[in-house]
């Protein structure tokens, strides 16, 4: 063992607060110190990933009070696996906005990295920890670090959308505290394992009304329709690795702790098909909304949107197979949307309006971005042999095994829809001719690289699926058995 | 005190919470001066408080504190302590929540001149 599950959420922590004073004795350590820290990360959590798949979840008691007493945190297949890529989109994101695009000045440099490590420590934390109120700290720690990178920029109407997000934010944060206490006062506990074991003598009144408080407060958080207002608008003006970062961690943070909910802390069985039908309208909803945008930021965020909806969808199957589709999506949108953002964001670079009418012809001034566009478009639309493929497929097999061909129907129409949009945009960037005063910029070096790796893993994950499935199997089954995660939890002895 | 009196006293405990975080709902909602929208955010956060607190409270109980004078004292009954925990907590991240909105206030107000909602609201809903 070379370190426990503790050490991903407090070494970001410590690297946050202390960027600004590192900042006082050389400008650039502020750059340096969270790459580093993410590195170390992403080595520490491929090797305990590693260890995990061959031995058996690692449990961790904080602070010496064994559960259910004290927090603890689980670093199961699970688990680790959504860790593990959310770490690495992490140091994506921070690759790519190492030298901004812009000139920024030293302060807001500061206060951007500060920010995205806090982000990062909030979503590893809400899926490590076993415990429900500490689950509330890092949503709200997730979320004030997600309201200060949207409002990034002065100049924009960044902080309208900002403040739009904090609203729906707050709100949700209030419904989350509302329905732990419901749970709380009924079972006298906020550890999830034993909450899981004693749910079924709590009166389905309050089960319910808990459950649907959780799904509301999660799912303003996790884009779910009609509760995403704020997304589409904070996508659009915040800066586009933040986009990244949102689509990457903070979305996947969300749909893990709703599916926690739902798999192991309740046994409402109704809660499956609820799920297949908020997931169907978020994704129509989303997608048919996307194709009528004029601007490409916001065009991306309605797919991401749909994207989730199509995830949930998946996980609402609740066989082993949905589960399954389910992470691969979640993997694969991740990576790709990602790569969407952030080189959709050179697109559009110097353009005001940042519509989608301004990436003609752009191919010639900006080649390697544009191709890493294309790929990603034709990716996240499910082109084969690119690695949205074999998720989208699993997906369907999966809907035909539920005998859900209803489902299966209304999902190879929308994607039809999701052709339409994606290919409309890569047209305009390779076919049409360039707009009068659009003044291409190129992307820096680090930039670039950030999306040649993501470019790059879809190809890989496209031609060689196989690499990621047998780790994403184990992540499945391990969320599947509900038992063993009680049993795992409760029985540590300190 | 009585028993019946006492449940009736606590219904209504929970009952003046849960009006006051409505109360709040509404401000927030329902206001256009964006002040107002964040006072209403941090009254329904106090009535969320305030519910939780009265969640942990049981008949007679003392403060939770372990000491000589509750061990030589007649009453063994302790209130229960976690959620005033929680309560501490969720009141530390609520007032951070509220720098930040009032932050976001101020450089609203910085570029348009104005607090109401109707004036600055050019992104669609």
């Known amino acids: ?66 559960p259910p007493f004290g927090i603890n945190l689980v670093f199961s297949a699970f688990s680790g696996f959504l860790v593990t890529l959310m770490i690495f989109l992490g140091l994506v994101v921070w690759l790519y ?15 951007y990295f500060l920010l995205l490590m806090m982000l990062i420590t909030g979503a590893v934390g809400i899926v490590l920890t076993g415990d429900i109120f500490n689950m509330f700290v890092f949503i709200e720690i997730t979320g004030i670090s ?14 309208e959308a900002s403040f739009k997000y904090l609203m729906l934010g707050s709100i949700a944060s209030t419904l989350l505290l509302l329905a732990i206490m419901i749970l709380y006062s009924q079972l006298g506990t906020l550890n999830m394992a034993e909450i899981a074991s004693k749910i079924h003598t709590v009166n389905p009144t309050y089960k319910v009304i808990s459950l649907i408080l959780f799904i509301s407060a999660l799912g303003i958080e996790a884009e779910i329709f009609p509760l995403n207002g704020w997304a ?43 799920l ?30 749909g994207q989730m ?42 353009s005001k309006d940042k519509k989608i009418v301004e990436v003609n012809g752009m191919h010639k001034f900006l080649p390697i971005t544009s191709f890493l566009f294309a790929l990603g478009a034709f990716a996240i639309v499910g082109l084969p042999p690119f690695a949205g493929f074999w998720s989208k497929l699993s997906v369907l097999t999966a809907a035909a095994d539920s005998h859900m061909l209803f ?19 890569v047209n305009r960037i390779y076919f049409f001719k360039k707009g009068e005063n659009v003044d291409p910029k190129k992307p820096t070096f680090n930039a670039l690289l950030a999306m040649i790796v993501l470019g790059a893993l879809i190809l890989v994950i496209g031609f060689y699926p196989d690499v990621i499935t047998g780790v994403i199997h184990k992540a499945s089954a391990d969320l599947m058995d509900k038992t063993k995660y009680i049993n795992d939890v409760l029985s540590i002895k300190q | ?66 000491s000589e004078g509750f061990l030589n004292g007649s009453n063994k009954i302790m209130v229960d302590p976690v959620p005033q925990a929680l309560v501490l907590t969720a009141i530390v991240i609520g007032f951070g929540v509220t720098a930040v909105a009032l932050s976001l206030v101020i450089r609203l107000y910085r570029h348009h001149g104005t607090l109401n909602i109707d004036e600055i609201r050019n992104l669609k809903w």
Do not use: C
């Open chain 1, 1 to 66: 063992m070379v370190g426990t599950p503790v050490l991903f959420v407090a070494i970001p922590l410590l690297a946050a607060f202390l960027i600004p004073l590192l900042g006082m004795i050389w400008k650039e350590l502020v750059r340096i110190v969270p790459g580093l820290v993410l590195m170390y990360l992403m080595v520490l959590s491929i090797n305990l990933l590693n260890h995990v798949l061959v031995s058996g979840p690692i449990v961790e008691v904080i602070a010496g009070w064994a």
């Open chain 1, 97 to 111: 906005s190492y030298r901004f695009k812009r000139n920024v000045g030293f302060e807001p440099a500061k206060k």
């Open chain 1, 146 to 159: 997600g309201y200060g990178l949207t409002a990034f920029y002065t100049g924009r109407d960044s902080a």
């Open chain 1, 232 to 274: 589409p608008d904070a996508y659009a003006e915040a800066p586009g690795p933040v986009g990244a970062a949102f689509a990457g961690i903070v979305v996947k943070a969300s749909v893990y702790a709703i599916i926690r909910y739902i798999f192991t802390i309740f046994d409402i069985s109704g809660a499956y098909s609820f």
């Open chain 1, 276 to 305: 297949i039908i908020i997931g169907m309208m978020t994704l129509i909803i989303a997608e048919t909304a996307a194709i009528r945008q004029d601007k490409l930021k916001r065009m991306l965020a309605y797919s991401s949107i």
């Open chain 1, 309 to 350: 909806g199509l995830v949930l969808v998946a996980f609402g199957f609740g066989t082993e197979e949905g589960v399954f589709a389910a992470l691969f999506l979640m993997l694969n949108h991740a990576i790709i949307k990602s790569l969407l953002f952030l080189s959709g964001s050179y697109l559009v670079y110097n």
């Open chain 1, 407 to 425: 489902v299966l129907a209304l999902v190879l129409i929308v994607s039809v829809i999701e052709l339409v949009y994606y290919l409309r945009v």
């Open chain 2, 1 to 66: 005190m009585d028993s019946s009196l006492f449940q009736l006293l606590n219904y209504g405990v929970y009952g003046t919470a849960i009006l006051v975080m409505l109360i709040g709902l509404y401000g927030a909602l329902v206001k256009k001066s964006l002040l107002k929208v964040v006072i209403g955010l941090s009254v329904m956060e106090s009535g969320l408080n305030l519910l939780i607190v009265a969640l942990g409270y049981l008949k007679g109980g003392t403060a939770p504190i372990f």
